[in-house]
């Protein structure tokens, strides 16, 4: 499976963007795909994760509840975080992440994730 993420910039608070994720060698819907970001200084956190087989299955970190979203597109095998009223402590590296497995238990963590794409640098200004 290789993932490529794409997307990131610089945006001011309360503004919008989309994160893509395309996927290739595995279609996206038999797998369970996630985001984390890295901020500087600080360890890979877990953002968002979307589950195989059930795109009404989703899970959010609590800071990203109501502001972040994540969804697949099958036909075009990709899976987005669409980020709204963004905040500066949002600011981070952003990667997608793809996993065999459907656990929540080990979908926090970075370690249920063995495949992953880039990351993409996500700046929001003050």
């Known amino acids: 499976v290789q993932l490529q993420a794409f997307g990131g910039g610089l945006v001011q608070a309360g503004g919008s963007l989309r994160l893509s994720c395309a996927a290739s060698?595995?279609?996206?819907?038999?797998?369970?795909m996630g985001w984390f970001r890295q901020a500087a200084g600080k360890e890979r956190e877990f953002v968002a994760t979307i589950f195989r087989w059930n795109d009404s299955r989703k899970y959010y970190q609590d800071s990203v509840k109501g502001r972040l979203t994540i969804s697949r597109d099958s036909a075009k095998n990709t899976v987005y975080l669409q980020m709204n009223d963004l905040k500066p402590e949002d600011t981070a590296v952003y990667f997608c992440a793809a996993s065999l497995t459907a656990i929540m238990s080990t979908l926090r963590s970075a370690n249920g994730y063995p495949y992953w794409g880039q990351g993409t640098l996500v700046t929001v200004s003050s």
């Open positions: 060698g595995r279609t996206t819907s038999t797998l369970t």
